[in-house]
């Protein structure tokens, strides 16, 4: 047999971070002292009350089947959640399905919307994964280039010099991984007139809408007249809850969209794991004073990581809205790329980063950094990696 795996895997890559996180996990293990800001697993603990419903279920045998959609009262707390936090209404019955993780939920989106060929447009950098999802799908991916000089906004202009007979969706993520930026409202205005205009189906990733700062606002595409029929909300409980682990995630939006979803889920996964459902809920319901806490030692990890960050000659980084992460441009310090970069901080620091280059275009000449470890891990990889750059000419 000449071809023993498909043809279409050989446009897709490894997940840039996936194999990051196994570098230093290999560096750990052969005894070397790397300290590791290239991931995106918050240190604390999931909650409480959010292990003990969890546990309860357990306890009472639930562990066996649930619905494809997810549990009703889970469903119920997340459109409570939508039309309290971002004023966006759906029907729990029919149009929001619970998913094992966000991931998954971006995933089985691409897959109910695209057919063979289809374009999806990309603000980059972005996430890793989205280019590859599309590409899975049997989709296009269009990057729509973004700029560190406008600290990447998303302009009308950007989107219609990439549209196409083509174009069917575009992927959206605010707060955006890696930069930190969060929508403004121009820039929504902009994205919702031309999604209407061109008859775009929209998947808005707001896996971060939680962590926000200062006097920022998280709003949603879903939230707006020309959008609210036209877009697929995914979020979850791994970045808000620090429920990684878990893996529980959920999509919503219009009745068409999400049964087509719904098959994708049907003939793939299933469904989320039952008792991890249970865990959902107590999320969704409880007390979010855990939450609180986590962004706001996000918010002093920030504050002094940018300016650590600042006062090394050559470096230039904004200061992100939201997520946690920080995006330094370091194209002025003379590394040919930020391959390069990372490879040198991890030879010369022990310190992993996450090259721009795998955010795809206008990533080039950045680094990504985690926000999310312990503090005293941020403060240690910080010094090292400040103290390294300072040093390279």
């Not at 290999?26 to 240190?43: C, E, I, K, M, T």
Request: glycine share 8%.
């Amino acid at each position: 047999m000449e071809h023993r795996t498909a043809r279409k895997l050989a446009r897709v890559e490894r997940s840039a971070t996936m194999a990051l996180a196994d570098q230093a996990r290999s560096l750990r293990q052969s005894g070397r002292q790397v300290v590791n800001l290239a991931g995106g697993d918050p240190h604390f603990g999931t909650p409480a009350h959010v292990l003990e419903a969890a546990r309860d279920a357990l306890d009472e045998g639930f562990t066996h089947y649930t619905s494809s959609r997810g549990l009703p009262e889970l469903r119920k707390a997340v459109t409570d959640r939508l039309s309290r936090k971002l004023g966006v209404t759906r029907d729990p019955d029919r149009e929001v399905i619970i998913t094992p993780s966000a991931k998954h939920a971006v995933f089985a989106s691409l897959m109910a919307v695209l057919d063979p060929g289809d374009e999806v447009l990309i603000p980059t950098p972005s996430w890793v994964s989205y280019v590859q999802m599309v590409r899975l799908a049997g989709g296009q991916p269009v990057p729509v280039r973004l700029c560190a000089d406008d600290n990447f906004t998303l302009s009308r202009e950007r989107l219609q010099a990439k549209l196409t007979p083509r174009t069917k969706a575009i992927v959206l993520n605010y707060p955006t991984n890696p930069t930190g930026r969060v929508a403004s409202m121009p820039e929504l205005r902009d994205i919702a007139e031309v999604v209407a205009a061109h008859d775009l189906v929209v998947i808005s990733d707001e896996i971060y809408e939680d962590i926000v700062f200062g006097q920022t606002v998280h709003r949603s595409p879903a939230a707006f007249p020309e959008c609210a029929e036209r877009t697929l909300t995914v979020s979850g409980f791994s970045k808000s809850f620090a429920m990684t682990g878990w893996r529980l995630g959920y999509v919503s939006g219009p009745r068409e969209f999400v049964n087509a979803v719904l098959k994708v889920q049907e003939h793939s996964v299933g469904e989320a794991g039952s008792f991890i459902q249970r865990g959902g809920v107590a999320a969704l319901l409880g007390d979010d004073a855990p939450v609180r806490r986590m962004v706001e030692q996000y918010d002093r990890h920030r504050k002094w990581a940018h300016g650590m960050l600042n006062q090394v000659p050559g470096i230039e980084c904004a200061l992100p809205e939201g997520a946690f992460y920080l995006f330094p441009d370091i194209s002025a310090l003379g590394f040919s790329d930020s391959h390069t970069c990372a490879q040198w901080l991890i030879d010369k620091a022990g310190v992993v980063v996450t090259p721009g280059s795998a955010f795809g275009p206008g990533g080039e000449g950045h680094i990504r950094l985690s926000l999310a470890p312990p503090t005293a891990t941020v403060e240690a990889g910080f010094n090292r990696l400040c103290d390294a750059l300072s040093t390279f000419r």
